[in-house]
């Protein structure tokens, strides 16, 4: 299953408030009733073509966005290090999501601003410590993000959450696939149409 939030087009009987929908054939969306981490998956009559709608970020967190750091070995050498034996965990406010298609805001503090696509886990519940084989029992789906940075922070000061935390810094979508198994998939990232 794919999960999009959208903006009804003009006229819509849901009117123009956020809805959750399913996408279907890869050109369709139905509308569902509510939030489908919280109120499960029903459908309403509405379908609409994928082209009427304006795709948002296909979650809202409750809290923050938790991200781990220099995970990746190319790009932590890249920053001058190696991947840590224990993650470096940051997190990034509930501010910083956006939608896939909507524009980052260059903050006036910073000069460079880099990029990094990433696949995100969407939690379906609160959950604290949980045990490697129950992962799975938490995990209602992946989508992508784009961990947004203002580099020339991130190496003045060390702060990671200050660096990265910028309202907009932190696209999402365009939806969550509930399917999806992570593997050796090749996540890919374009800035202005270019691919970088």
């Not at 794919?2 to 408030?17: E, N, Y």
């Not at 509405?46 to 966005?65: D, H, M």
């Not at 939690?123 to 490697?132: E, G, L, N």
């Not at 580099?151 to 990671?160: A, P, S, Y």
């Amino acid at each position: 299953m794919r999960i999009v939030r959208f903006t009804p087009p003009a006229g819509s009987k849901l009117g123009s408030d956020p809805h959750f929908g399913l996408l279907e054939d890869d050109m369709s969306i139905a509308a569902i009733a509510s939030d489908p981490l919280y109120a499960g998956i029903f459908k309403q009559e509405e379908v609409f073509a994928l082209s009427e709608v304006k795709l948002l970020a296909p979650v809202i967190p409750r809290s923050k966005v938790v991200c781990v750091g220099k995970n990746y070995a190319d790009h932590a050498a890249e920053m001058g290090g190696e991947v840590p034996a224990e993650p470096i965990i940051f997190i990034k406010p509930n501010t910083s999501v956006i939608g896939p298609e909507d524009l980052i805001q260059w903050p006036e503090t910073s000069e460079r601003i880099d990029h990094e696509a990433e696949l995100a886990v969407v939690i379906s519940k609160i959950c604290k410590q949980v045990p490697r084989e129950k992962v799975k029992d938490v995990i209602f789906g992946y989508t992508l993000a784009n961990d947004v940075t203002a580099r020339d922070l991130q190496k003045k000061d060390g702060q990671w959450s200050r660096a990265k935390g910028f309202d907009t810094f932190c696209p999402l979508g365009p939806w969550i696939d509930t399917n999806f198994v992570p593997g050796d998939q090749l996540i890919t990232a374009h800035v202005d149409g270019e691919l970088k």
